[in-house]
Every structure is written in structure tokens, then in C-alpha cells.
């Protein structure tokens, strides 16, 4: 299946005219929106919890945060931008009675609505507009004149204009400028939360702990190790994004090359491979999200102890000290 791609070419920007935008949460995706969508001559309301860490932020940025139920009741669309697992009881317990009849309600990441872990009224229009890279990325590129790539979808239509609603709002953020891929809240979700776990953050950070430690249990010096294990990784994502897979080994050397070839499938086995399937399906069988919500309402026990078991690594002291010499030269 394959979607086209769409560009400020396809927009129609008299979509968002007239409509103010309450953007809730002001975090790394509602800062970078909240300022590009007023860069672009939107009305922007901020929503924010009462003693939020980042009111002095918004009001430092030339925005005058309200208690959320406000803002949300000044928006024509209603961005839900606080983290995943909490929108849930936020939409239930202050958000789905403070939200105009006919509003829009968008969201970053289609989690909430594909697992429907909430059922908004059925005068909604529910949307999503997902820029593919973090809130910083998509200001630092918009301030540039770029942008970051985004994907569309629409979960519910009642007034018929959602698409254009969702793309008009995709442009005003910058992502026209990089490309809009129009999908759907199933496949942003799932796709979205299986790299998290069976590629990006779960794997390979872990493949370089791993090596790490062979290194240095071999005798390494663990700077060498850092340097070969980490922070190389740099190198490999920059070229892979340039120039993909077989243009990235254009760029290595031949025995760098060589060498890749004897390490493929001895590391990502048939096994490996099985068990990413076992991560999808626990993904689109929502028992993931079950235990990501469990934990959150239960102040993150699980989360935490992810993050002491990371924070002791071995990889960390030493890691600290190469950086600390790097960002001083
Ligand atoms: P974030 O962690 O930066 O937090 C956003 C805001 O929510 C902050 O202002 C925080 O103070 C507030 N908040 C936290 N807990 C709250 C609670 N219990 N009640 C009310 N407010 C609370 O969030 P984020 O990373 O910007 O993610 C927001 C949405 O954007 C999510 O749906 C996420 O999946 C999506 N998204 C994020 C990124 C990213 O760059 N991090 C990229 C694409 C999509
Ligand atoms: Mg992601």
C-alpha cells in the first residue's frame, strides 16, 4: 500500500482561517506548534494545570496560559498535546465538558483514539497530525523556513471537513514544506509504537550496551569501547538517512563493508526476528498500552526502575566524562 505524498502545493490554508487553536500542555510537541502555528497568523490559546513548571515558559514566549478547561473552550480545535497516557483522564475529567459542540480535536499520536481509550461526542471531529521528529525539530526547522515531515488521518468526520481541517493545520505547523503522508490513526499507532520498542529506543541502545560491555570485559579501555560503540552511531545515522542502506555502505570503508556482511544475521537471527513479531502483536493487541496506562496510574513504578537500571550502566560514567571533554573543545 502506498500513500501519496502531499506539499504546501495541496493545502488550502483558508481551512484554518478564522479558527483559534487551543493547544493543551505545553511540552515538547505544544511549545513547537503553539509558536509555529502563531508565526502563521493563527489565534493560539495555551491550557495549562494549575502550578504547571512550564507557565513561566509560555508567558516568557508572549502567550498568557489559562487553566485548560478555558482554553479548550476557546478553541476551534483542541490540541490534546500532554503525554499519551494521560489524556485519557484528562479528556474524561476535565476536557470532554469544557470543548465546544462541532470542535475539533486533534491529536500528535493516535494512541488515545486507536485504542479508544476515550469516546469523544459524536460532533467532533477527530484528527491527527503527527510530525515525525521531536517539538524541537519542528521549531528550530519552521524558524528556517523548513520543515519536518508529518502524517494525517482522520478517526471521525462530523462536519465533513476534517481532512482539510487536519491538512490546513499540517501546514501551519511547516511539516507541507518536508511532506504529508496521509495514513491513519491504525497504522500511525501501531507502526509508531513498534519501532519505539522492536528498533529505535528498545534495540539499539541495548546492541550498544552489549557491545560495550564485550569490549570492556575483554579488556578494553572503556573510552575506546564508548567511542567504537556509541558514538559512531552518529556516523551510521546520518549516512542511512542521506543515503539509505546500500548508500551508506558506498560511504564505509571496504573493510568496514566486509565486515558487515560476516556480522548480518548472526546478531538479528531468525529468533530476533520472531520476536519482533511477538512486539507487534502485544502492540496491536493493546496489552502494550494496558500496561503503559497501569503504570502511569500508578506513578510510574515500572518507568522508574528503567530508567535507575539505564542511569547505572557502566557505559554512563565514562560517557559523561568523553562528553564533557568533547563539549569543552
Ligand atoms: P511532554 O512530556 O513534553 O508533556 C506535555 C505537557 O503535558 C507538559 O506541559 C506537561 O507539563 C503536561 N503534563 C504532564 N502530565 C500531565 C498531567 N497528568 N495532566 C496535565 N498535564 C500534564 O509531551 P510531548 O512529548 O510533547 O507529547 C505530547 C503528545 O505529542 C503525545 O501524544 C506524544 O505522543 C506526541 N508526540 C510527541 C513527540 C515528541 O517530540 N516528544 C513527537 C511526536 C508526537
Ligand atoms: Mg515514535
Not at 519552521?142 to 499540517?170: F, H, K, N, P
Not at 495514513?183 to 550496551?209: K, R, Y
Not at 493493546?286 to 496506562?293: A, E, I, N, P, T
Request: net charge negative.
Amino acid at each position: 500500500m502506498t500513500n501519496p505524498i502531499l506539499s504546501d502545493a495541496d493545502i488550502d490554508l483558508a481551512a484554518m482561517h478564522g479558527k483559534a487553536v487551543a493547544i493543551i500542555g505545553y511540552g515538547n510537541q505544544g511549545r513547537a506548534q503553539a509558536l509555529n502555528l502563531r508565526d502563521s497568523g493563527i489565534t493560539v490559546h495555551i491550557g495549562l494545570r494549575p502550578g504547571s513548571s512550564r507557565e513561566a515558559l509560555a508567558r516568557d514566549d508572549g502567550f498568557d496560559p489559562q487553566p485548560m478547561a478555558d482554553a479548550a473552550a476557546a478553541g476551534d480545535i483542541v490540541m490534546l498535546l500532554v503525554p499519551d497516557e494521560v489524556q485519557a483522564d484528562l479528556w474524561n475529567g476535565t476536557l470532554a465538558a469544557a470543548v465546544r459542540k462541532g470542535a475539533t480535536i486533534g491529536f500528535a499520536h493516535g494512541l488515545t483514539i486507536h485504542y479508544k481509550l476515550i469516546a469523544p461526542a459524536p460532533d467532533l471531529d477527530i484528527i491527527l497530525v503527527a510530525p515525525k521528529g521531536p517539538g524541537k525539530a519542528l521549531r528550530a526547522e519552521y524558524a528556517t523556513g523548513r520543515g519536518i515531515l508529518g502524517l494525517i488521518a482522520v478517526a471521525q468526520d462530523a462536519s465533513g471537513t476534517a481532512r482539510a481541517t487536519a491538512l490546513a493545520y499540517a501546514g501551519a505547523i511547516g511539516c507541507g514544506r518536508a511532506g504529508i503522508l496521509e495514513s491513519s490513526f491504525q497504522q500511525e499507532t501501531e507502526a509508531d509504537l513498534f519501532n519505539e520498542q522492536g528498533v529505535l529506543w528498545g534495540v539499539i541502545p541495548e546492541l550498544i550496551e552489549a557491545g560495550f560491555d564485550t569490549l570492556v570485559e575483554a579488556g578494553f579501555a572503556p573510552e575506546i569501547a564508548y567511542f567504537e560503540c556509541l558514538t559512531e552511531v552518529k556516523l551510521l545515522g546520518d549516512l542511512v538517512y542521506e543515503r539509505g542502506i546500500a548508500g551508506m555502505r558506498e560511504a564505509i570503508s571496504n573493510t568496514a563493508e566486509f565486515g558487515a556482511a560476516q556480522g548480518s544475521g548472526r546478531i538479528v537471527t531468525e529468533a530476533a526476528r520472531a520476536e519482533m513479531k511477538r512486539i507487534l502483536g502485544e502492540v496491536q493487541d493493546g496489552s502494550f498500552v494496558r500496561k503503559l496506562v497501569a503504570d502511569a496510574r500508578k506513578g510510574y513504578p515500572t518507568l522508574t526502575a528503567s530508567r535507575a537500571r539505564a542511569a547505572a550502566h557502566p557505559i554512563e560514567a565514562v560517557g559523561q566524562r568523553m562528553r564533557a571533554i568533547r563539549d569543552k573543545s
